[in-house]
């Protein structure tokens, strides 16, 4: 008999069991290859198609310009911190802002820092336990002819708090976007951007690769000042189609299936709307009970990706050892990894797109009847 838990994971996160059974049923025979796809050489021509529509999907369901390119890379989000710097810097004359709003731009920081950037910290949080996302008056840019780019994250999976507004800044300045865990949840404006790059494994498929949307005209237009690896080299990736080395050809497959579903499902217009509906219900029971739960975030900026809260105690305090039980009978009803992050602590839901509502309205009942019990 089969066992699926509700698997709030921050990522590697819950894949949709559709995109899991489809994979199941593909496994030993790929589009009649008599292999798995995660045997097949990239050229093979089932897969070479099976990418080209996975290309086609991807760009169809983001409306991807076509004077952007999209490319495959590995190395997680994490190497993208790199790779920004090595192929937007240019020669280091100019600055590069920052908006330090959780723990993922401030890994983007360090990076920059660490390759010899000249880092502006526009925005830096870090005082409010990252949970707010201030307004544009309190943004501290350099001014945009000495601005090499701006870099942000559209969602700080560790705390919780998203841009639901894609940050008003000079068009002249190259925006770059950490999207991981919040891309392909809803429509975002593709056009405003220079480059936007995910890993794989929160909203469409497993570890292994990270999408890098960037456009053409930006590719290899910046030399860094000394020579950086070929792999992280965003025109050598152009230039090959994603395949100066071996692409990370399973999460590619999976990607491609998850694409095909979220198109089944409406595009990301419907999408979005579930994941607003489930957000809702969340943050819903959250407020309705608040002298049991807490949300840290700024209601303008809750995260509807990584809902994060705390679970008081009589003192009104977050109580550990209340969330500590919490999350252990959590795992009785079904209801798994849903420990917040070492940094923070309490309880975080991630409810990306492999989390059907069925899965937050069990987490929702099971709040509910927690609360009652320790009233
Ligand atoms: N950025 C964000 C917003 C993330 O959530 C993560 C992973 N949790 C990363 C970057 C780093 O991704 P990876 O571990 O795949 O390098």
Redesign the pocket.
Known sequence: AEKRVWNFS??PAAIHRDVLSKVQEELLDFEGSGMSAMELSPLFPAYDTMWKQADKDLRELLVIPDDYAVLWMQ?????QFSAVVFNLLGDGSKTADYFGTGN?SE?AIQEARRLGANVNAAIDTRETGYSTLPPKSEWKLTPASECAYLHY?L???VSGVEWFEIPDVDPSVPLVC?A??TILSRPIDVARHAVIYA?C??NFGP?GS?VVIIRKDLIGARPFKYPFPSMLDYKIMADYNSMWNTPATFPIYVGALVFKWLKEQGGLTEIEKIHIQKATRLYGVIDALSSVFYSPVQRSCRSRMNVVFRILGKDGKPDPDLEAGFLKDAVEFGLQQLKGHRTVGGVRASIYNGMPIEGVEALASYMEDFAATIK
């Open positions: 921050p990522g190395g997680g989000a994490t190497m993922w890994r994250c969602n700080e999976t950490d991981s865990s890993g494994q929160k570890t990270v």
